[in-house]
């Protein structure tokens, strides 16, 4: 079973590639029995969604 910086570094990987299934399964299962790696999650999806919301100036 996965620890919680595991579980972490296998949220931020998600967000730039496909994980393999039983990374998948192992990640579902940690966030499953862990609300401190569920709150971390809905943290990131949170910034991602408020950071698409604004444009990227240029220098």
């Given at each position: 079973m996965l620890n919680?910086?595991?579980a972490t570094e296998l949220?931020?990987?998600r967000l730039d590639?496909?994980?393999s299934i039983p990374q998948k399964l192992?990640?579902?299962l940690h966030l499953m029995m862990c609300?401190?790696?569920r709150n971390f999650g809905r943290q990131?999806?949170?910034l991602r969604q408020v950071s698409?919301?604004?444009p990227l100036r240029e220098a």
């Open positions: 919680c910086k595991q949220m931020s990987q590639r496909d994980l192992s990640l579902r609300v401190g790696c990131m999806d949170f698409r919301k604004f």
